[in-house]
């Protein structure tokens, strides 16, 4: 099997490729890269591997690279898509580019292959913001979340059928550059000790993300079973967990120091918080896409803990397969070998 893969770098990226090559020895890889720094993050992959590296072909380019995707794409038979700006502040017409352009140019290429490759595009349950706004009026402010819902309605709405759309919860595990490193800031931010009460979260061991997205690609739908657009969501099987409780494990875990936990005897209403971040964001001289702002102390970043973002991932199990081959605990045990050389 000889896949496409954009987004190799990333934390998930990364893991994917080493889970992938190790899981079946026929599988090759054309990965997409933007930088030499890429180069290596993606092969970096590939090291525990034994041949890794021969399985790996660098593609030099961006998801805004005609050439580089047209010879990436070429003989695949399934194309991973991961690659998309993270951050969550920032300006929307930057996101468009990159996560919403970016796989339109892909879909619009793959569609006029003589052979169809089978397409995942891994999406995220910040997708769910249309949930909570019109898809017609979603938010500049929540650049990310918009551009992941508005990639996901391109797809649905696209005429090409072989597509599989996995929702990830909060990812996490080791390695991870993404998610943790604005946990520690949230949890020594002030502001942390007044979160309100939130919603419980989906969260999803970068392990299990990857099983899920080896499954996509190795399915094979039953008979009674129309092949089309499929979406399934994925979280641990633990299900949901308090963001507090995941802050206590995640951060406490890595830095041997549990961060405090919001008072209990004064949790102000959501209404009020919202609306202080929503008045320090609209001061001009600022912007609200100025870094200065704390991780987690944005509007999109409330969005996801003030509104129920929860996954199901009953669909994922019963058709892919999906178990969640990683344990909560076993997740823990990995972070204290890895930061606490336990």
């Given amino acids: 099997m000889k896949l496409f893969l954009t987004g190799g770098s990333g934390f998930l990226g990364r893991n994917f490729i080493k889970y992938v090559l190790s899981r079946d ?35 030099r380019g961006d998801m805004n690279d005609e050439a580089a995707i047209r010879e990436g794409v070429n003989e695949a038979d399934v194309v991973v898509h991961m690659a998309a700006k993270v951050q969550p502040w920032g300006y929307f017409p930057e996101f468009e ?4 352009q970016g796989t339109s140019l892909l879909l619009s290429i793959i569609s006029n292959l003589p052979q169809k490759p089978r397409f995942i595009y891994i999406s995220s349950f910040t997708a769910l913001i249309s949930n909570h706004y019109p898809k017609d009026a979603l938010p500049d402010w929540a650049p990310y979340s ?23 919860g909060w990812l996490w595990g080791k390695d991870d550059d993404t998610l943790l490193p ?21 969260i999803l061991h970068v392990t299990n993300a990857c099983e899920a997205t080896f499954l996509s690609c190795v399915h ?15 979280e641990d099987s633990e299900g949901k967990i308090k963001v507090e409780d995941f802050m206590e494990f995640y951060v406490g875990t890595v830095s041997k120091v549990n961060p405090p936990r919001p008072f209990t005897t ?10 202080a971040i929503t008045f320090v964001e609209w001061i001009p001289f600022l912007g609200y896409s100025k870094r200065w702002m704390f991780d987690g102390c944005n509007r999109e970043s409330l969005l996801c803990l003030f509104q129920d973002y929860r996954l199901y991932s009953d669909n ?9 081959i990683v344990s909560r605990e076993q997740g823990i045990q990995e972070l204290k070998r890895m930061y606490l050389n336990e």
Avoid: M
């Avoid at 580019?97 to 919403?100: A, G, I, L, R």
């Fill in 146 to 168: 918009k551009s992941k819902c508005l990639t996901e309605n391109l797809i649905l709405k696209s005429t090409y059928s072989n597509v599989i759309i996995l929702r990830l």
């Fill in 220 to 234: 094979q739908f039953k008979a009674n079973q129309v092949e089309g657009k499929k979406i399934y969501e994925i």
């Fill in 182 to 202: 604005k946990l520690k800031n949230l949890s020594k931010n002030p502001l942390w000790l007044f979160t309100p009460e939130c919603y419980e979260l989906s």
């Fill in 25 to 59: 020895k026929q599988i090759t890889i054309n990965a997409l890269s933007r930088s030499s720094i890429s180069d290596e993050l993606i092969l970096s992959g590939c090291n525990e591997v034994e041949g890794g590296r021969e399985r790996v072909r660098i593609i």
């Fill in 316 to 324: 994922a199990k019963q058709e892919l397969g999906y178990v969640g």
């Fill in 266 to 275: 004064f949790r102000p209403p959501k209404w009020f918080i919202w609306g």
């Fill in 97 to 100: 580019k990159v996560n919403v």
